[in-house]
């Protein structure tokens, strides 16, 4: 699947500041406190000078105004050993700010980096052993619900990037779509496109077979409906001249392959159910 971007998964939790608490509780089993609010705040840590210590997200969550929790959220997509005092450092420096206790998410998509974010970090300070909570690609709940898309389209996104190349793929990518249309246009845009490019070839042709008559928005998914619709269209026309043993020249294949039109493409299928051979199929013979 594409790399999932470090911008691009901190822009998911940033978008929604449940995102992490929700991933903590429901995916992780983490306890967190009742809370009534969600709130982004500074990602500037810093208690000591002239060090800097910046956290990707960090949400406070609130309970009628009063802080009750602190989440820290960090993207992890490659092994950094400065985590390992640093991450430690953010917890403390979030639990000074806000007074209140501070918890850590990790989201590390690939398997070798998950398990090295998962290893203890001994602090040397008695008991003080943190064990970060990692959110794997694997951990990442399965969402197939137009309605837990609708009222979570972050949770969706992040589902369709965790999962879009597996059998399920097109399942959550055909709950995810309508449900960002109900966005403003510039993050229906940018998650459609983000669905999309999670899909292997197979969970996008069967998403196109799912998804007949829904209008997709973004320039990305208009572009992909009519590559992949145009590309099915030809190996069809391929296997229906195959299946009656009509010979199809190399240059003919080529042509067939490279047409990008759906009409034409349909209209050289009809034809290919009574036309003698493959020239007689083409709109201008030759």
Known sequence: MPSMAHEVLVDLFKNRPELGPELLTEALGVAL??????????????????AEYRADVVVLLLDAGAAISVVIVEVQLAIDDDKRFTWPEYL????????????LLVVAPQPEVAAWCAQPIDTGVPGFVLIPPVLGRQAVPVITDPAEAARRPELAVLSAMAHGESEQGAAIASAVLPAVRGLDDERARFYGDLVLNSLNDAARRALEAMMKGYEYQSD???????????????????TVLRGRGIAVPDAARERILAEKDPARLERWLEKAGTSASVMEIFDDPS
Do not use: N
Request: hydrophobic share 40%; proline share 6%.
């Open 220 to 238: 990305f998914a208009k572009k992909y409906v009519a590559l992949g619709r145009s590309e099915g269209e030809a190996y069809a026309l391929l």
């Open 92 to 103: 403390m420096g979030a639990r000074a700010r806000y007074r209140c206790p501070a918890g």
């Open 33 to 50: 406190p009742s809370y009534d609010e969600a709130r982004l705040v500074s990602i500037d840590l810093t208690q000591i000078r002239p």
